[in-house]
């Protein structure tokens, strides 16, 4: 979710809009939301955005649709709230000056649309690169300092690796430290993996796949409430910071 | 919602059950869940549950329709979570020694699917008794003592009056202070009663309708954020608890 302070505040009722002076009892700085993925943990937090304040949302077709075939998100009124398509590869302006473009990464689809995949789904369904899963690059207009932002990623491409050369600003899938720690902790029956997820740790871990990358800065996001990079003081935080990654916390905010 | 300390705890991945004297790292004490409306309020809680825990369901045809409706909800594997049709006027064993019916208030349908109801929906739509907006009657099998929860009621009608007459409890519909409040405070443009919801105060209120009811304790729930006996002290708490109310509080705990 992007951050911004809009200038012109609406009015709950579309028809009764109030003049810029005029002040509003309730506001939100929300400005653009960018949609990565379909799954209830990206999503179900637009349900609290229905106070019917402004904001435009951006996603790929697939992900749009899944808000589309829940007509719960029509609390989000169309008078206030757009839905913006966006293909992969174009790039876009979501707010002024701010420009983003949306492309795949190896993923899954939402795990509750996962019985809807015609012939079932598997193991070998995970890691597939569709609208379902994707990361977002985000740049300043005439700015060529970059900054991605890939919640979910099943594993490291070179087509990824490439495209995450030089750039200035990661936040990267921290979803688990290793890939069989649900199972471990008793709190699920599913790797990481099958989740969609690359571990931080290990040889397939995303740390490894970044040692030769040149990213000035690496955050890691969407961390697993299992995982135990959350525990200040852990080896585990010692290890991701001693590997130049920061652990993102609610309320972080990053100027590049 | 109930809240119960179910003795078995249940595997995360239905094929591959826990042994009772087996420890799940995860626990959640709701065993039954009741709903009393379809909207985002009532509804959008569920999705926070989806951790593959057991419990159950209950509510009408059509407020369950509206989960039916919204595909997002199959996240509550239907492995673990059961949906119970509760017709009205039924009396069903929710948990082991604890029974409900369901009962229509006035009320209105939910926000979202205002725009379905066909040729539109009007200010004469509030107040109509449907499937739409419930209220519950709990009691212990054995007991005659009643528990009511009425968390959106439009208006106070001789039948309600003479149904809550004598019980225990009673949880009710605190939404708003008063009916132009969230006009007043420039956070809204409907009044409490556009909403489904009768105030507090005022001839036509809640504290006013439950003069002459005997009810044992009153609490209210389901309170607005503008709605000023929310804070500690001022003259509207004062009020309302000299008027013999409670104001629900988040971990409240009462037993009958």
């Known amino acids: ?11 709950i009722v579309a028809t009764t809009a109030l003049q810029p002076n005029q002040q509003y009892n ?20 637009l349900l609290t955005l229905r106070e019917k304040q402004r904001f435009n949302i951006f996603a790929t077709p697939a992900i749009l649709e899944v808000l589309d075939q829940n007509p719960i998100f029509n609390v989000l009124d169309s008078e206030f709230v757009s839905r913006n398509a966006v293909e992969l590869g174009d790039e876009i302006e979501v707010m002024p000056g701010l420009r983003i473009e949306l492309f795949s990464v190896p993923g899954k689809v939402a795990l509750y649309l996962e019985q809807d995949v015609s012939g079932g789904f598997s ?15 985000l740049h300043s207009a005439g700015d060529h300092r970059v900054a991605y932002y890939i919640p979910g990623c099943a594993m490291m491409t070179d087509t990824l690796h490439s495209r995450l050369q ?13 890939n ?6 008793g709190t699920g029956l599913k790797t990481g993996q099958r989740m969609g997820h690359m571990s931080m740790a290990g040889d ?12 000035k800065r690496k955050v890691y996001v969407h961390i697993n409430n299992t995982n135990p990079v ?9 290890d991701v910071e001693q590997n130049g990654w920061t652990i993102a916390y609610d309320g972080m905010e990053l100027a590049l």
């Open 204 to 215: 397939a871990g995303s740390m490894c796949a970044f040692d030769d990358i040149d990213v």
């Open 1 to 11: 979710m992007l951050n911004c302070s809009p200038d012109i505040r609406e009015q």
């Open 123 to 137: 193991e070998a369904e995970v890691g597939r690169e569709t609208e379902d899963t994707v990361g977002v690059k």
């Open 26 to 45: 309730r506001h939100s700085p929300l400005g653009a939301i960018v949609l990565t993925n379909g799954d209830v943990d990206h999503i179900a937090g």
């Open 230 to 238: 959350l525990i200040d003081g852990s080896q585990e935080r010692k």
């Open 180 to 185: 069989e720690e649900m199972i471990d902790h």
């Open 166 to 178: 030089q750039s200035e600003l990661v936040f990267f899938d921290g979803t688990v430290w290793h």
